[in-house]
């Protein structure tokens, strides 16, 4: 499930930060990233799916 969440964080960072914590500090966080650069968002995204 963890490769599917990935892919989805590559496309759609927000998106895959919400599959994983839900609506919260990460996801919001991730929005900005995102917002500010495409990269940083998919950085975070994936951080956030491997720690958990």
């Given at each position: 499930m963890?490769?599917?969440?990935?892919l989805i964080a590559i496309l759609l960072p927000p998106l895959g930060v919400f599959l994983q914590v839900g609506i919260g500090l990460h996801f919001w966080l991730n929005i900005l990233l995102t917002l500010f650069?495409?990269?940083?968002?998919?950085i975070h995204a994936i951080w956030v799916i491997i720690r958990k």
């Open positions: 963890d490769v599917v969440r990935i650069g495409y990269i940083p968002g998919i």
